[in-house]
């Protein structure tokens, strides 16, 4: 299911007061971007309990129950323990789309009338939903639609801004929060088509918790070891980069001032890449998109910049072509004005070099 309409994670606390407590609600999104935590969180703050299910690990039977002979000679289901309780609470049905149809058809009475066979929620307690969606690569089966018309459906989308709110007071490692703060955009990406990692706001985490086991002496190739183990390889070879310029004290300023030259050494290449991404960034920034508007100090900016294109691509022609390439829509990201000079100074700024 794909929503005409998303949602950030700091409006859904909101959303679910007012949209779980009277009905129960489904929270659709991509893996990793933290639809458990949500709920969990959002259940401590009502002071409820939060009780989880998860869909894929669960047979019919786990939520009828079992049938019991009574006194009179008829049988009657009991509830699990998990389920029967006596106190209000917030039943958390995890991967639900990704149950079998026998297990997503046991919940139908206790999502709409709350109830299992003869027991029934207390009053004050929730039921949300969540799970994946098909387009995820992640397993979730078509849900009835029975089942689609007895829940209220949110869309989440992963938030940078929201999820550095959050880690500023979580204790995320220091090099992941600026890291994510200079490019919200690798917070997260789509999953992949084959099995590889792939960056969520969860890999950033876990990468997190990782760095604080290893600590200071953590070295390069282990470093590599749990980027490329957790991220996107163009996520994870701009981080190592990022790590390397954290630790030298090698910045993008430096080589704008002529102070520092790019980084030619083949295991440096990550850091190049970083640095060269940076380096488009600065520019996207900076230069205006109509040279008629530029100052006096952009065009100095545009003039150096055409100086270290040529520089960086007597390292690498493959990361100088990264700096001028179009974005994912086939439009180019420079100014046009800056491109087309790029193209007609090269030869000459070429052999001034020689």
Known sequence: MQGAVSVSPAQIPELLLGLATVRPVFLWGAP????????REFAESLGLECVSLVGTQLAPEDLIGVPQLTPEGRSRF??????????????????????????????????????????????????IGAGNRA???????????????????????????????????????????????DRPDHLWSA?????????????????????????????????????????????????????????NAYGLE??????????????????LYYLADAFRGRLVKDLPASKEHASGAQRQTAFRAKSLLVQLAEISVEVAQTVIADGADGNPVLPSWFLIEAARDMPRLVEARR
């Open 32 to 39: 990793g971007i933290g639809k458990s935590s949500l709920v």
């Open 78 to 127: 009991c509830p699990p323990e998990q389920i029967a309780r006596d106190e209000p609470y917030c039943l958390f049905l995890d991967e639900l789309n990704a149950a079998t149809p026998d297990v997503q058809k046991a919940f139908y009475s206790l999502i709409l009338d709350r109830r299992i066979g003869s027991y029934e929620l207390p009053p004050g307690s929730i039921v």
């Open 135 to 181: 387009t995820d690569g992640a397993l979730a089966r078509p849900m009835a639609s029975a089942l689609v018309n007895r829940m209220v459906h949110v869309h989440l989308r992963a938030s940078a801004a929201d999820w550095l709110r959050w880690a500023a007071g979580a204790g995320i490692h220091p090099w992941v929060i600026d890291y994510v703060t």
């Open 191 to 247: 999953p992949p088509k084959t099995e590889e990692p792939f960056s969520t706001p969860r890999a950033w985490h876990m990468l997190s918790d990782a760095l604080h086991s290893f600590g200071p002496t953590l070295d390069e190739e282990t470093l590599k070891v749990l980027a490329y183990g957790l991220l996107t390889p163009q996520h994870a070879i701009a981080f190592c980069g990022y790590a390397k310029i954290v630790r």
């Open 254 to 271: 430096a080589i704008l001032k002529g102070d520092a030259r790019w980084p030619h050494r083949l295991e440096d290449r990550d850091l």
